[in-house]
T-cell receptor, first 114, second 113 residues
Framework: GEDVEQSLFLSVREGDSSVINCTYT??????LYWYKQEPGAGLQLLTY???NMDMKQDQRLTVLLNKKDKHLSLRIADTQTGDSAIYFC???WGSGAGSYQLTFGKGTKLSVIP | SQTIHQWPATLVQPVGSPLSLECTVE??????LYWYRQAAGRGLQLLFY??????ISSEVPQNLSASRPQDRQFILSSKKLLLSDSGFYLC????????????FGQGTRLTVV
């Protein structure tokens, strides 16, 4: 079955870059996502990348996809204390126009040190 | 604009008691609806999804059930809660036709004691 793995913790200093890594197993994934979960809150989509892309940049966020190695990363430039949260990697799977099912990793807790 | 409401935010229930968590979506029609669970130390797990009224698909065998009595209402239920049902439950919706983004509710933290 589908499996998404990511490291559980990451600690960086304010102003440095953060890189959160993720590996997945389903080679038929169509989209890969990064979601952010702040304490006590639901999930918020940060960015996503289509599986035929290698890179996507959105302001301070850069997503890199190595489809051959099934490796996805999220780089946050100039990390701020407000970036402290849990970041989930996810892949979409499922068939049919009406289905949209995500497989999530366990989440990486990013702690930003002032 | 579209919004998703999920309640209650926190819930403490004794073992063996029933459960009903409600989720409603506003500002869109015919959404795909989902229930996810985030258990301690584990990733998010899809429990149920629905592509229309009365259409429920279950991803994992469990003590829970879901219903969709109206287009924008999704209910997660249990007749008798188990300790293992404790967790953080998230409702989500996405537009039909394979849209790329799912929008999540604020979640319900359920503690079964």
């Amino acid at each position: 079955g589908e499996d998404v793995e990511q490291s559980l913790f990451l600690s960086v200093r304010e102003g440095d870059s953060s890189v959160i890594n993720c590996t997945y197993t389903d080679s038929s994934s169509t989209y890969l996502y990064w979601y952010k979960q702040e304490p006590g809150a639901g999930l918020q989509l940060l960015t996503y990348i289509f599986s035929n892309m290698d890179m996507k940049q959105d302001q301070r966020l850069t997503v890199l996809l190595n489809k051959k190695d099934k490796h996805l990363s999220l780089r946050i430039a100039d990390t701020q204390t407000g970036d402290s949260a849990i970041y989930f990697c996810a892949e979409s799977w499922g068939s049919g126009a009406g289905s949209y099912q995500l497989t999530f990793g366990k989440g990486t807790k990013l702690s930003v040190i002032p | 604009s579209q919004t998703i409401h999920q309640w209650p935010a926190t819930l403490v229930q004794p073992v063996g008691s029933p459960l009903s968590l409600e989720c409603t979506v506003e500002g869109t029609s015919n959404p795909n609806l989902y229930w996810y669970r985030q258990a301690a130390g584990r990733g998010l797990q899809l429990l149920f999804y629905s592509v229309g009224i009365g259409q429920i698909s279950s991803e994992v065998p469990q003590n829970l059930s879901a219903s969709r009595p109206q287009d924008r209402q999704f209910i997660l239920s249990s007749k008798k809660l188990l300790l293992s049902d404790s967790g953080f439950y998230l409702c989500a919706w996405s537009a039909g036709q394979g849209d790329t983004e799912a929008f999540f509710g604020q979640g319900t933290r359920l503690t079964v004691v």
